[in-house]
T-cell receptor, first 112, second 114 residues
């Protein structure tokens, strides 16, 4: 089992729809959870981080964390073509101290 | 301001060349990282510096040599690289190396080894 797994893509949604990106992790000691967006040929850009169970909202983005289920998600409301990118889930803490463990990424395409 | 800068943006080198990648941050962060990223893969950690001391070396070949001259600068010296070392090299920094701090990435250096 991979340490961090993301829903396999690519994910395609129409403009204006909600895009839902999911991530599960295996290390129960994990403490910090991050979503990075990466455009093709560019570096990862931090979108959200979440440490506590529940929801965290920032503009059109909502991160959801459920530590009991070892699940973290990112919702993008009113998706725009500019949201088309690879989204990387990353987890920190637990047995991999000092390291970010990345998922393989989910490619999101928002079509007009 | 969460800016990490990297130079050069692109680098082409032969297998016998020696070159260096540079990374700089002025956020007062005390942890800095080097990652390597191949196409369609997530970043892979190479090195971690905490308070200018090497804290993690992920069994990286000795042809990659990191250096942290001060708290704002991080270098990666390259020598006798192989074509398979061609990748995007990313620098990141975080407030501390606490294990859970948010890491901010620089724009990367696209390295091609001929």
């Amino acid at each position: 089992q991979k340490e961090v797994e993301q829903n396999s893509g690519p994910l395609s949604v129409p403009e204006g729809a909600i895009a839902s990106l999911n991530c599960t992790y295996s290390d129960r000691g994990s403490q910090s959870f991050f979503w990075y967006r990466q455009y093709s040929g560019k570096s990862p850009e931090l979108i959200m981080f979440i440490y506590s169970n529940g929801d965290k909202e920032d503009g059109r983005f909502t991160a959801q964390l459920n530590k009991a289920s070892q699940y973290v998600s990112l919702l993008i409301r009113d998706s725009q073509p500019s949201d088309s990118a690879t989204y990387l889930c990353a987890v920190a803490g637990g047995t991999s101290y000092g390291k970010l463990t990345f998922g393989q990424g989910t490619i999101l395409t928002v079509h007009p | 301001d969460t800016e990490v800068t990297q130079t050069p943006k692109h680098l082409v080198m032969g297998m016998t060349n020696k070159k260096s990648l540079k990374c700089e941050q002025h956020m007062g962060h005390r942890a800095m990282y080097w990652y390597k990223q191949k196409a369609k893969k997530p970043p892979e950690l190479m090195f971690v510096y905490s308070y200018e001391k090497l804290s993690i070396n992920e069994s990286v070949p000795s042809r990659f040599s990191p250096e942290c001259p001060n708290s704002s600068l991080l270098n990666l010296h390259l020598h006798a690289l192989q074509p398979e070392d061609s990748a995007l090299y990313l620098c990141a920094s975080s407030q501390l190396w606490s294990g859970t701090d948010t890491q901010y990435f620089g724009p990367g250096t696209r390295l091609t080894v001929l």
